[in-house]
């Protein structure tokens, strides 16, 4: 059974460009979550996806933007790179209405910017 | 002053020593508790999973969950060198597939051999 699966793995731009990361969810799960992990800090919340539209969103600026298609995979896009959006991208699934329904991340996509 | 804190370590102690982690949490209205563990370089891994108060035991691990003073923990046994690795406990108001975690900023452990 294939986790969340996450490409690119690394990823290095510089300011001002645009990065496009993608994510496939665990089999059977249809929410996708994107989390944003600076080095030595905890992840924090970007937005969730859910029957194709956002759901939830944290506190991130428009350059944000996302989008999941009907296989459930999910994309995350960043405009105008700053400096500071340099971090660990994950994203995380899950299925709405589970048992207990959980979170599984996964290994997310390295992004620098220089 | 961050909703959840959580003391950032390094932690070492040695093989076979009882670990414990912490976190303390401001909001009133987080219902369900989490405990990752994340290797160098690699997504958070789902360790356990609480909702409410309460005690929760998976093999080595044991995570309790203490509402009235807003504070989690995590207690590791018989530590092992694979246990090394950073520690993130999360909370969330709503069901955890529907809701935004709120995270600690990770307690570091290594687990000297």
């Known amino acids: 059974d294939a986790g969340v699966t996450q490409s690119p793995t690394h990823l290095i731009k510089t300011r001002g460009q645009q990065v496009t990361l993608r994510c496939s969810p665990k089999s059977g799960h249809d929410t996708v979550s994107w989390y944003q992990q600076a080095l030595g800090q905890g992840p924090q919340f970007i937005f969730q996806?859910?029957?194709?539209?956002?759901?939830q969103r944290g506190n991130f600026p428009d350059r944000f933007s996302g989008h999941q298609f009907p296989n459930y995979s999910s994309e995350l896009n960043v405009n105008a790179l700053l400096l500071g959006d340099s971090a660990l991208y994950l994203c995380a699934s899950s299925l709405e209405g589970g048992v207990g329904e959980k979170l599984f991340f996964g290994s997310g996509t390295q992004l620098s910017v220089l | 002053q961050k909703e959840v804190e959580q003391d950032p370590g390094p932690l070492s102690v040695p093989e076979g020593a009882i670990v414990s982690l912490n976190c303390t949490y401001s909001?009133?209205?987080?219902?369900?508790f989490m405990w990752y563990r994340q290797y160098s370089r690699k997504g958070p891994e789902l360790l356990m999973y609480?909702?409410?108060?309460g005690n929760k035991e998976d093999g080595r691990f044991t995570a309790q969950v203490d509402k009235s003073s807003k504070y989690i923990s995590l207690f590791i046994r018989d530590s092992q060198p694979s246990d090394s690795a950073t520690y993130l406990c999360?909370?969330?108001?709503?069901?955890?597939?529907?809701?935004?975690?709120?995270f600690g900023s990770g307690t570091r452990l290594q687990v000297q051999p």
């Open positions: 909001n009133s209205a987080f219902q369900y």
């Open positions: 999360a909370m969330s108001a709503g069901s955890p597939g529907r809701r935004a975690l709120t």
């Open positions: 996806y859910y029957e194709e539209e956002e759901r």
């Open positions: 609480t909702y409410s108060s």
